[in-house]
Nanobody, 127 residues
């Protein structure tokens, strides 16, 4: 599957953005989807993951209560709604997918678990 991330941009602190991760075909429902971010000079960091069914979600402690991951399998798209943005949220945000039986597991908190990656979308938050 090919993934296309979009929706990034420049916002002021306290603002919101919604990122989208669109799949190239109608198979996204077969994949666990994760969001990661990478700031300059830093390692890629887990943000959130969602199971094939929308009931299973997990978040990094850094974004819990601030970001919401969701998916629309009929639209072959996953989303990351980001609110109360802070300058430290500035990064390239990437979506990733892994074919899985149903639910995410602990391995999905690390980039190496994923088989497919989108190209990333830049989010810049100014103070």
């Amino acid at each position: 599957v090919q993934l296309q991330a979009s929706g990034g941009g420049s916002v002021q602190a306290g603002g919101s953005l919604r990122l989208s991760c669109a799949a190239s075909d109608r198979t996204l429902s077969s994949y666990v989807v994760g969001w990661f971010r990478q700031a300059p000079g830093k390692e890629r960091e887990f943000v959130a993951v969602i199971s094939r069914l929308v009931s299973g979600k997990s978040y990094s402690e850094h974004v819990k209560g601030q970001f919401t991951i969701s998916r629309d399998n009929a639209e072959n798209t996953a989303y990351l709604q980001m609110g109360s943005l802070k300058p430290e949220d500035t990064a390239v945000y990437l979506c990733a997918a892994r074919k899985a039986p149903l639910h995410y597991d602990n391995s999905d908190f690390t980039p190496s678990a994923y088989d497919f990656w989108g190209q990333g979308t830049q989010v810049t938050v100014s103070s």
